[in-house]
C-alpha cells in the first residue's frame, strides 16, 4: 500500500477521458457568468437618466421634401459609455480573478476583457469619425446594411460582441445562445435599420429593454449555477 495515485491501467483512451473530464470541471469551477452579465446591466440601466437629461447635439440639417434630416449626438451620453464600459470590464475581470484564486485556480479573462476595450476604443473612433465627417451625403443617408452594422458597434451592440468572446472562453453553448438573442433584440434587421435610431424603440426604451435582458440573464446563468452546486 503507497499514498501514490493509482495509473489509469495505461490505457491511453482513459487517460484522455479522464483528462477531459478534469478540464471539464475546471471550466465549470471558471464560470461566472452571472457577473458580466449584472454589471453590464447596471451600466446600461446607468445610461437611461443620460439619455433622458443629457445634452444632445443636433448639426447639419437638411431640407428634404416631407421635412428635414440631422445629426444628432448625445454628447454626455458618448463619454457616459465609454468610461462606464471601460469600467466595467475592469470590475469584472477583477470579479474573475477574485473568485478563480478563492476556488484555487486560474482565469482566462484576458482576451474578453481585451475585446470589449477594444470594442469601446472603436465605438468610440467611430463616433468621432462621423463628427468629423459627413455621413449623410444624399438626402436619404447611408444604407440599411451599413447603419446596421453602426449600430452593431454602439454601445449595446458591442456588448453582444463580447458576450459572444466569452461564450467561447467558457465554451458555454447557453451563453453563446443568449447572446445571439440579446443582439436579435437590440439590433435592428438590416432592412428595417433607419439613420438616426438605434433600434425598434427611442434610446431610452432600448436601454431599459436591453438593461433588462442582461439582467434576466445574470439572474438565470446565477440560478443554474447555484443548482449545478446542490447536486
Known sequence: MTPDAVPAGGDPRRLLAEARELARRVRLAQRVTWLPLLVLALVTFGAVPVYSFGHRVVSDCRALSDGEVCKVWFQAVSFYWWA??????????????????????????????????????????????????????????????VVFLLHLLDPTGAIGLALLVLAWLERRVALLLFALGYLAVVLPPPIAAGWGTSSWWGPSTQMEISGGLLLLGSAGFALAQRLRRTR
Request: charged share 10%.
Open 84 to 145: 462606464a464600459l471601460v469600467l466595467a470590464y475592469v470590475v469584472i475581470a477583477g470579479g474573475y480573478l477574485r473568485v478563480a484564486r478563492a476556488r484555487g485556480l486560474g482565469a482566462r479573462m484576458l482576451p474578453y476583457v481585451l475585446t470589449g476595450v477594444a470594442l469601446v476604443v472603436v465605438s468610440a473612433a467611430v463616433t468621432a469619425a462621423l463628427r468629423l465627417l459627413d455621413p449623410l451625403p444624399y438626402p436619404g443617408g447611408p444604407s440599411a446594411f
